[in-house]
C-alpha cells in the first residue's frame, strides 16, 4: 500500500510551535515511528507552505496512490483550490488536523476540502495520522 502524506503551511515547524496545540515532537520525528508501526506501508511525504505547491503534489500523487492523509493546515479554511484539486484526483483522501479544530476559533470551523474527502480526522494529535492510515487499511 502507498500513502502520500502531504501536510501544509506551518506543519514544518511541529515540535518548535506552539507546543501546548501541536505537542514537542517534529513531524520528521514522528514519521519515523508511523514507518515502524506500518512497515507494509510505503510513504511518501511533503509538506509545504505554498498552496500551488500542495495543488500540484495532489495532482502528482492523486493517480498513483493508494491514499492520501492531507492536513492543508489553514488552507483548509480557505482553500477553494485545494479543495477542487482534491475533487478532481482518483486517490481518496482524509483530512486531518492535529488540534480539534471546532474547539478552536470560529473561522476554523468550516473546510472547503471535507465535503471531497472519505473522512476527517480531528483532534488527537499526531496520532490523526496513523488513524487515518488504519482507515486506508480497512
Known amino acids: 500500500m502507498n500513502i502520500?502524506?502531504?501536510n501544509g503551511p506551518n506543519l514544518n515547524l511541529l515540535g518548535i510551535r506552539e507546543s501546548v496545540i501541536y505537542g514537542e515532537k517534529s513531524f520528521e520525528d514522528y514519521l519515523v515511528d508511523l514507518k515502524?508501526?506500518?512497515?507494509?506501508?510505503k510513504f511518501s511525504y511533503f509538506q509545504s507552505n505554498v498552496e500551488g505547491e500542495i495543488?500540484?503534489?495532489?495532482?502528482?500523487?492523486?493517480?498513483?496512490?493508494?491514499?492520501?492523509i492531507l492536513n492543508a493546515?489553514?488552507?483548509t479554511h480557505t482553500s477553494v483550490?485545494?479543495?477542487?484539486a482534491?475533487?478532481?484526483i482518483k486517490t481518496p483522501v482524509i483530512e486531518v488536523h492535529i488540534s480539534n479544530t471546532s474547539a478552536r476559533e470560529s473561522f476554523?470551523?468550516?473546510?472547503?476540502i471535507s465535503p471531497y474527502c472519505k473522512g476527517i480526522i480531528t483532534g488527537f494529535g499526531l496520532d490523526s495520522y496513523r488513524l487515518a492510515t488504519v482507515a486506508f487499511m480497512d
Not at 55 to 68: A, K, M, V
Not at 81 to 84: G, L, N, Q, S, T
Not at 108 to 112: G, N, T
Request: proline share 3%; aromatic share 16%; hydrophobic share 40%.
Open 86 to 88: 482534491v475533487r478532481a
Open 108 to 112: 476554523r470551523h468550516y473546510s472547503y
Open 73 to 75: 493546515g489553514a488552507y
Open 81 to 84: 483550490a485545494i479543495a477542487d
Open 55 to 68: 495543488i500540484n503534489h495532489l495532482h502528482q500523487t492523486g493517480f498513483e496512490y493508494d491514499g492520501i
Open 36 to 41: 515502524n508501526k506500518f512497515p507494509r506501508v
Open 4 to 6: 502520500a502524506i502531504i
